[in-house]
Nanobody, 116 residues
Framework: EVQLVESGGGLVQPGGSLRLSCVAS????????MKWVRQAPGKGLEWVSG????????GYKDSVKGRFTISRDNGKNTLYLQMNSLKTEDTAVYYC?????????RGQGTQVTVSS
């Protein structure tokens, strides 16, 4: 069974930092590209960042470029998102996700709240 378990969210002041983690199981993690998506209150899901299976190629939503860094440790089956210089508009539930056999799988999410 595919499982993705996110952690690391919380309440942080504007300008602060958080590091999200996602532990994967039930599939060959090293064989799949991974991504982070988020859902802000009252809005739809939006793609935030992605990384290829080997970790050599990454991509970012324009509004987070230079502030967020995606990475992965295939030995630990873990995906990360380092978030710096957080803004109030980054407030959302963050999910890690992957596409397996044409179906998107994501975890339960972790809440990130940026507020003073």
């Amino acid at each position: 069974e595919v499982q993705l378990v996110e952690s690391g969210g919380g309440l942080v002041q504007p300008g602060g930092s958080l590091r999200l983690s996602c532990v994967a199981s039930g599939f060959t993690f090293s064989g799949y590209a991974m991504k982070w998506v988020r859902q802000a209150p009252g809005k739809g899901l939006e793609w935030v960042s992605g990384i290829n299976s080997g970790g050599s190629s990454t991509g970012y939503k324009d509004s987070v470029k230079g502030r967020f860094t995606i990475s992965r440790d295939n030995g630990k089956n873990t995906l990360y998102l380092q978030m710096n210089s957080l803004k109030t508009e980054d407030t959302a539930v963050y999910y890690c996700a992957t596409d397996i056999f044409g179906q998107t799988r994501r975890g339960q999410g972790t809440q990130v709240t940026v507020s003073s």
